[in-house]
């Protein structure tokens, strides 16, 4: 039986993918600044139709020199608008240079998202450091935490065989 992941856009189904469905996935790569406890990254989602966007972050708790740590972060959309603002959190797992990652949003425009004041949009990731300077990150951006005052839902995401 195929395995078909299912998610708020068009079906992609791995047994005979369909060139149309939109992925869900989403990477960036990080330039790390050790000195100044900085990060500026680039990344891509599918929803952007493939146009490149920033992430900024400046180092808010963890040892100095080491990329583990709390990060304060800001978010924009390809064309510079800021999307959010947050926190980054980077620990490290398994073997060196694998880092267990989650981002913690809170957009800027929440009436446009169709979310109320207050809510808070979190996305678990995997990272991997390619070099002393480098950190890659990829996630599914189907799968998240919404959380708002009083309240908290989880990913759209099914996965089922069929």
Do not use: H
């Amino acid at each position: 039986m195929p395995v078909v992941f299912r998610s708020r856009r068009k079906t992609a189904d791995l047994s005979s993918p369909d060139p149309e469905a939109v992925s869900p996935s989403g990477v960036i790569s990080y330039e790390w600044n050790s000195q100044e406890g900085s990060l500026y990254g680039t990344f891509v989602l599918a929803l952007y139709g493939g146009e490149v966007a920033v992430e900024t972050g400046a180092k808010r708790s963890g040892s100095p020199g080491e990329l583990a740590g709390d990060y304060d972060i800001t978010t924009f959309t390809p064309t510079g608008d800021v999307f959010a603002t947050g926190t980054l959190v980077i620990v490290p797992m398994g073997s060196a240079g694998a880092f267990d990652v989650t981002f913690i949003l809170l957009p800027e425009d929440l009436a446009a998202l169709g979310y109320i004041d207050g809510t808070v949009l979190t996305y678990k990731a995997i990272g991997m450091q390619t070099s002393a300077t480098q950190l890659v990150v990829a996630w599914d951006n189907d799968v998240y935490t919404r959380t708002w005052p009083g309240c908290s839902e989880w990913g759209m995401r099914v996965v089922s065989a069929t």
